[in-house]
């Protein structure tokens, strides 16, 4: 095992970045849920993007005043590949946001903890799985 152990630090990497950014959405959303504030919002459009290989991604863009009275107009940090009924355009949607940064909120229904769940578990079985066979490599020289 003079070199192959370099070789461990790609899938040990790559598991602690997922985690890294799974522990951070998971982290946004409980904070957002412990001290947001909830209001009324609409979708006024949304905002498509292509993916290198030609997908097109929806991020739907909510209006909502906050309650000292500021307007906000912000799109989702979540695209998805159609728009279900709930969220088109002129839909009245709940956002919850952080009263001292609007700019960090989500939309009820359409901002889900999944895929921040789904990297903190991947990036959890990287990390460990990596560190797993390192220590058994390093047991058995």
Known sequence: MQREW????????IGVTFLGFGVY???????LRRTGVTVQGRIV?????RSDEGARF?????????????????????????IARP???GAHVVVRYDPHDPRRFE???WDVATVDLLFTVLGSLFTVGTLVALLIG????
């Open 87 to 89: 969220f088109g355009v």
């Open 138 to 141: 390093l047991l058995t020289l």
């Open 45 to 49: 459009r949304h905002d498509v993007q």
């Open 6 to 13: 370099l070789f461990s630090l790609i899938p040990l990497t």
């Open 107 to 109: 939309i009820q229904g």
């Open 25 to 31: 959405g998971l982290r946004r959303a409980r904070a």
């Open 58 to 82: 929806h991020y739907p863009v909510a209006a909502w005043t906050t309650e000292d009275g500021r307007a906000c107009e912000h799109a989702s940090r979540f695209g998805r590949g159609s």
